[in-house]
C-alpha cells in the first residue's frame, strides 16, 4: 500500500472522528487489476479500506449531487473541477462538502488495457516505477504507464487541485502548457465528408446504455431529454440519426459545464472516443467566451452570461 | 447420424466456407475495436481465441433495437399492418461460448416456452444453427460454474467444438448438429468423450473461488428489507451497462414512433428496444409516481429478479456467470462481492438471532 | 416536393422567426411584394433565446433541408437580453453541427429586425439557394428503418 493510500485513511478517519463528515467518499481496491471502485465509508473500518492508485478513475464529484450528508470526498484535480462547477450551479453545497485534495499525475484507461491485452487475461499488475507489469496466466508483458493513461490526463493541467480543505502530501507534475486542443484542431482540418465519416462510423457502436451520461457530474437533470415523449425529441433506439443527436445534444449541454475529467469516455464500455466531440465544445467556449469551466469558482457558467460584443461572425 | 467428428485445424476454414455457402455464418471479429458478432465472408477470417465477445450473442436474437410492425392508415380509413418478413437465409453462429447459449435456454423461458411466444424470438432461435468452443481458459471474472454452467457447458448449442492440441474435436448435441458435421472426418465416440471430460475437469478446476449460490434464493426471499441494500448501491450511476452486456438480461421497452414524412400521423412503427430496471424512469408511472424512486430500490430489483423472481418463475437464475457485468461496469461493480455480502448479512442476522 | 429522381426536388427550410422582429420583417417582406423564393416554412417564437438547439436538431431529424433561427439584432431585443442568450447558443451550436460534419449552410443564424423587409427577402434568397446547392439532406436524418 503507498504512502497516499495510508495518509487517506488518516484523514478520513479523522473527519468522521471529528463529526466534520457523516462519510467520506473515495475508493477501495475491487477484484479487478487496475480497477478501483468507489468506497463510501461511514465508520473507521470502513475507512480503512480508502486507498489512491492508477485504478482510481471514476469522478466522484457524481456522488455529491443529491446528498443530504455532510461530505467529505477525495478528488483528484479534475474531480475538484467537477465540485466547482457544479457548486456554482447549486448543485453543491459547499458549506457540507470536505476536499480532500490528491495530486494526480493520471489514471489508467482500462480500454486502452483491453486493447494491449487483447482477449488475454489479466490476473496481477503490478507497478514498478514508470512501468506496469502485467500478469496473467501464461503471460508477464511490460507496459510503460504512460501508454496506458487515459488520454484526459495526457493534456490535463490540474494535476494539482484547483481547490481544497485538505491536501494529500506528494507531489505532481507540472502540467505543461501544450496545446491542449491540438489533436482538434488536425481534425477540423479533414474534411465535412471526412469528419462525418469518422462521426458515423465511430458513433454506430454506441448501445445506448447512457454510461457516459450517469458518469457525468454535469449530467443530472431529473429527466433527460432522451426519456422526453411529448415531445420526443429521438428515439430510443440505436438509428445513427438518434445516437448522434444524443451525443451532440449532451456536448451541446456540457458547453461552458464540461471541465474534461473523461469520466464520459472512460464510461463508455464501447471504447467511443467522445471526448473528440466534448472538446470541440470546450475549444470553442474558451475560444469565443475565453471561459474554462470549474477554474474559477467566482465566474460563472460560460453559457448563462453574455457579452454586448460577444463574437457574431457565425451570423450571416 | 454420426454425433463425433474431428477437425484439424487447417482445415477449418474450408469447413466455415462450406457453411458460409449455405447459410448466413456469422462469428466473434474485432469491429472498430469490439470484439462482437460479425458476419464471416471467408473461413479464414475466423479468429478463434480464448475471448469472449463484448456484447453477448443474445444480441443476435433479440436485437438492441427491432422494428415490429408498421401501420398506415388503410384507403377505406381502417389501420393497415405489415410485419417485417424474416429472411429467409439461415443462420449459423460460430465461436459461441457455452455460457452465452446457456443464456439462450434461459431467454427462451420467457420469449419461447410460454403461451404466447415471441415469433420475432422463435422465429430467429429456429432458423439459427449455434456451433460453440468450449472454454480452456476461463477468465478470472467468469463463474460460470457457481451458477449452474460450466466452461464446456452443452446448453443451448447445436455442436460443442472442444480444442484439443491445436485441432479440435466436435460433438454433435441435436439432430442439426449431426447434420452440421455429417461431411467431417469421424471421431471415435468414447475416446472424444474422455477428451472433453477432461478439458472440462481442467477447465472448470482453473476457475477462482466459488460464488456463493447455495441458497441465495432463501437469503433473497427473507432479506427483501435488510440494511445491506442501503449501502449496496451506492457506488452505482444507473447506466445500462451490465443489463445491456448481460446475456440474459431482456426486459425491453416498446416506442410507437410515427412516421413524420406522413400526413397527420397516418404512418408509423412500433419499436422495440432494450430497457433495464436499472434506468430511473423504467418503473416510473404516467402518474408521476415511482415504486423504485432510487438506486437502492433498482438495484435490489435486479438481484431479486435474477437470483430469486426467476427462479420463482423457471426454476433457474437467470445468469449465467459470464462476467461482463464485472469487467465492463463503470465503476467495477462486482456481482460476485454482492452476492458474497448477501450472505454475510444473512449470517450475521442468522447469527443476532441466535444470541 | 421532394422528388429528386423527376428534378423536381425543392428545399425544405424551417425558419425561426422571432415575433417581434424577424417575422415581422417577413410581415414587411409581405405586403411590400418583394419575391423571395417559397421554400421557408415559418415557425413564429416569441424571441430567438426561446429556440431550443433541439428544435433545430429535430427539424434536421426530420428531413428539413435547412434550418433558419432569425431574431433581433443585438441589443434590440423586445425581452431585452434574450438574443444575447440566443447568440451564444448560436455560436457554439453552429461550430459544432459543422465540426461533425453537417454542410456548411444548411443551418443559418441573422439578425433581421422589423423594418428589414428587403433584408429579410435577401436572406432568405440567400439562403434557399445555398440548400438547393447542397441537395437534399442526407446527415442526422431519421431513417424511418
Known amino acids: 500500500m503507498n504512502d497516499r493510500s495510508e495518509e487517506i485513511r488518516r484523514v478520513a478517519k479523522r473527519l468522521l472522528a471529528e463529526g466534520k463528515a457523516d462519510v467520506v467518499i473515495g475508493f477501495r481496491d475491487s477484484r479487478l487489476p487496475l480497477r478501483a471502485t468507489p468506497h463510501f465509508a461511514r465508520t473507521p473500518a470502513e475507512a480503512d479500506q480508502l486507498v489512491w492508485g492508477l485504478g482510481c478513475t471514476s469522478n466522484l464529484a457524481k456522488y455529491l449531487l443529491d446528498r443530504e450528508e455532510c461530505v467529505a470526498v477525495v478528488a483528484k484535480g479534475c474531480d475538484v473541477r467537477a465540485i466547482v462547477a457544479t457548486v456554482k450551479e447549486n448543485q453543491v453545497n459547499r458549506d457540507r462538502v470536505t476536499i480532500i485534495g490528491v495530486p494526480c499525475a493520471g489514471v489508467v484507461s482500462w480500454q486502452k488495457l483491453e486493447a494491449v491485452l487483447n482477449g488475454r487475461d489479466l490476473t ?4 514498478d516505477g514508470d ?25 490535463c493541467t490540474v494535476h494539482e487541485p484547483v481547490v481544497c480543505d485538505v491536501r494529500i502530501a506528494s507531489s505532481a507534475p507540472a502540467g505543461g502548457r501544450t496545446d491542449e486542443f491540438a489533436d482538434i484542431r488536425e481534425f477540423e482540418a479533414l474534411s465535412p465528408d471526412e469528419r462525418w465519416e469518422w462521426f458515423r462510423r465511430e458513433f454506430s457502436r454506441c448501445i445506448r446504455c447512457y454510461a457516459c451520461r450517469n458518469a ?25 440519426t438518434d445516437t448522434l443527436i444524443f451525443h451532440i445534444v449532451r456536448a451541446f449541454h456540457s458547453a461552458g459545464r464540461c471541465v474534461d475529467c473523461g469520466a464520459c469516455e472512460r464510461a463508455c464500455p464501447m471504447g467511443i472516443d467522445l471526448r473528440r466531440l466534448t472538446r470541440k465544445v470546450q475549444k470553442d467556449v474558451k475560444e469565443l467566451f475565453g471561459a474554462d ?9 460560460a453559457l448563462a452570461v453574455f457579452r454586448p460584443d460577444d463574437p457574431e461572425d457565425f451570423t450571416w | 447420424m454420426r454425433k463425433y467428428a474431428r477437425i484439424e485445424r487447417d482445415a477449418l476454414p474450408s469447413h466455415l466456407d462450406a457453411w458460409i455457402e449455405r447459410y448466413g455464418v456469422f462469428a466473434p471479429m474485432m469491429r472498430d475495436g469490439v470484439r462482437r458478432f460479425g458476419v464471416l465472408s471467408a473461413g479464414s477470417d475466423a479468429q478463434p481465441g480464448p475471448w469472449l465477445t463484448k456484447v453477448p450473442v443474445k444480441e443476435m436474437f433479440l436485437p438492441q433495437t427491432e422494428c415490429l410492425y408498421r401501420y398506415r392508415r388503410g384507403t377505406n380509413g381502417g389501420l393497415e399492418i405489415e410485419t417485417p418478413q424474416d429472411p429467409a437465409r439461415l443462420r449459423l453462429i460460430f465461436g459461441v461460448r457455452p455460457c452465452d ?8 423461458h420467457v420469449f419461447r416456452s410460454t403461451d404466447r411466444p415471441d415469433p420475432y424470438y422463435c422465429a430467429r432461435r429456429e432458423s439459427t444453427i449455434l456451433v460453440g468452443i468450449g472454454c480452456s481458459e476461463p477468465r478470472s471474472v467468469c463463474f460460470c460454474t457457481s451458477v449452474g454452467g460450466s466452461p464446456f457447458g452443452e446448453e443451448g448449442l447445436d455442436v460443442l467444438l472442444v480444442e484439443t492440441g491445436g485441432d479440435y474435436v466436435a460433438k454433435a ?14 471421431a471415435a465416440p468414447e475416446d472424444t468423450e474422455t477428451l472433453i471430460a477432461e478439458a472440462r475437469r481442467h477447465a472448470e478446476a482453473s476457475m477462482g473461488d466459488a460464488v456463493l449460490t447455495a441458497g441465495l434464493k432463501e437469503r433473497l426471499d427473507s432479506g427483501f428489507d435488510a440494511p445491506l441494500w442501503d449501502r449496496i448501491h451506492e457506488p452505482c450511476i444507473g447506466c445500462g451497462v451490465c443489463a445491456f452486456l448481460c446475456p440474459t438480461c431482456h426486459c425491453f421497452d416498446l416506442a410507437h414512433e410515427a412516421d413524420t414524412r406522413s400526413v397527420a400521423g397516418d404512418a408509423g412503427r412500433c419499436v422495440r428496444g432494450w430497457d433495464t430496471c436499472m434506468f ?4 416510473r408511472q404516467a402518474s408521476g409516481v415511482n415504486p423504485r424512486p432510487s438506486g437502492k430500490e433498482r438495484m435490489r430489483q435486479r438481484l431479486m429478479h435474477k437470483f430469486r423472481y426467476f427462479v420463482e418463475n423457471y426454476g433457474e437464475a437467470a445468469c449465467v456467470g459470464c462476467g461482463r457485468c464485472i469487467a465492463n461496469c463503470p465503476t467495477a461493480c462486482d456481482i460476485r462481492e454482492t452476492i458474497a455480502r448477501i450472505d454475510d448479512a444473512a449470517e450475521a442476522d442468522s447469527h443476532a438471532q441466535e444470541t | ?69 432569425a431574431g433581433c439584432h443585438p441589443g434590440d431585443c423586445h425581452y431585452v437580453s434574450g438574443n444575447y442568450a440566443a447568440r451564444r447558443k448560436f455560436a457554439v451550436l453552429k461550430r459544432l453541427l459543422e465540426y461533425v460534419g453537417l454542410e456548411s449552410g444548411r443551418v443559418t443564424f441573422a439578425w433581421v429586425s422589423a423594418s428589414e423587409g428587403g433584408r429579410f427577402a435577401e436572406l432568405v434568397t440567400d439562403v434557399t439557394e445555398k440548400v438547393r446547392q447542397l441537395g437534399p439532406a442526407s446527415r442526422l436524418v431519421a431513417s424511418h428503418e
Open chain 1, 124 to 127: 496481477e499488475a503490478i507497478q
Open chain 1, 131 to 155: 512501468t506496469l507489469v502485467l500478469r496473467g496466466r501464461e503471460f508477464e508483458q511490460r507496459v510503460a504507464i504512460s501508454d496506458l493513461l487515459q488520454d484526459a490526463c495526457r493534456t
Open chain 1, 216 to 240: 457525468c457530474p454535469a449530467c443530472y437533470c431529473e429527466q433527460c431529454f432522451v426519456d422526453s415523449t411529448n415531445p420526443e425529441w429521438i428515439g430510443k433506439g440505436n438509428d445513427l
Open chain 1, 293 to 301: 469551466a470549474g477554474v474559477d469558482p467566482d465566474s460563472p457558467p
Open chain 2, 101 to 108: 447459449a446457456r443464456a439462450l435456454t434461459l431467454l427462451d
Open chain 2, 173 to 186: 448435441l441435436t439432430l442439426k448438429g449431426e447434420a452440421l458435421i455429417a461431411e467431417m472426418p469421424e
Open chain 2, 280 to 283: 430511473s424512469l423504467f418503473t
Open chain 3, 1 to 69: 416536393m421532394t422528388d429528386t429522381a423527376t428534378g423536381t426536388w425543392q428545399p425544405r427550410i424551417i425558419a425561426f422567426l422571432c415575433n417581434w422582429c424577424s417575422y415581422a420583417g417577413a410581415d414587411l417582406a409581405g405586403v411590400s411584394r418583394l419575391q423571395y423564393p417559397p421554400n421557408i416554412r415559418v415557425i413564429r417564437v416569441p424571441c430567438s433565446g426561446r429556440v431550443n438547439p433541439l428544435l433545430i436538431l429535430k427539424a434536421l431529424r426530420e428531413g428539413a433541408d435547412g434550418v433558419l433561427v
